[in-house]
């Protein structure tokens, strides 16, 4: 079992400085979430959803390790962790009729997959892989679509926590992560992404995606790695 060193008073409000790009991400522990995007059955478990619609799941597995030694970091440290899932009500009226048959996939959203009912709550496949299954006391936010603020009570969950500072993992890259650090930028927050921690079945928009993010100065936010983030919580 690991050995909880949870941080002190001090240290939660004492600054940390990640190497970063463009530059240095400097947050408080105390006011730094780390926010896990849809690490879910149905996107990266072969026979799920993501691999039925054609795509490459070991592009989004090799994020699986790296997330799990930061989060084991962040429980360990006492520090606050949330997840979402992407997914729809039971009765899909949360679902977009577009969103339903973009794509023109003979099965889709609602319909039964290879592990429940595809991207529906309180299916199998919905759910977060075992590996970052979420502990007692961590939120987890079910959003209907990309942006983890879209139609979601994390803005306020956020607010009431005193949170600034976001950590943004999972997948995909260019889908979930990017549209949600973009809401979050525009609603105040700092967010780091380690490229480490994320990923997309199109290594090509991966790359790109963590380009956007940076460029022009951080225009939405940093981008880092989970071993320098590692080594700024000491190790
Ligand atoms: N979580 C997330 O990114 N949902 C997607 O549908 N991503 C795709 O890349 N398809």
Redesign the pocket.
């Known amino acids: 079992m690991l050995a909880r060193r949870t941080l002190g008073a001090d240290a939660m409000s004492a600054k940390i400085t990640v190497a970063a790009e463009p530059y240095e991400f400097t947050f408080e522990p105390a006011k730094c979430a780390l926010l896990i ?2 690490m879910q059955r149905d ?1 990266l478990e072969p026979g799920g959803f993501g691999e039925m619609l054609g795509n490459d799941v070991s592009q989004l597995r090799r994020t699986i390790e790296p997330n799990v030694r930061l989060l084991a970091k962040w429980r360990g440290a006492g520090l606050q962790v949330i997840h979402t899932r ?1 997914g729809h009500r039971d009765d899909l009226l949360d679902l977009p009729p577009t969103k339903k048959i973009r794509g023109r996939s003979a099965t889709s959203i609602g319909d039964s997959g290879p592990m429940g009912r595809i991207l529906v709550r309180g299916q199998s496949g919905h759910d977060i892989i075992p590996e970052l299954y979420p502990e007692f006391g961590e939120a987890v936010i079910d959003k209907p679509g ?1 942006g983890a603020f879209w139609s979601t009570d994390l803005h306020a969950i956020l607010q009431y926590r005193g949170i600034t500072n976001l950590i943004v993992t999972g ?2 890259t ?4 990017n549209t949600t650090v973009r809401e979050a930028n525009d609603r105040g927050y700092d967010c780091l992404v380690p490229e480490d921690c994320v990923g ?2 199109f290594p090509e928009f991966h790359d790109m995606g963590l380009k956007m993010i940076k460029a022009q100065g951080g225009i939405f936010g940093w981008v880092s790695h989970s071993s320098k983030l590692l080594a700024a919580l000491g190790g």
């Open positions: 995007i849809d996107f992407e990309k997948v995909t260019e889908v979930c992560v997309s079945y």
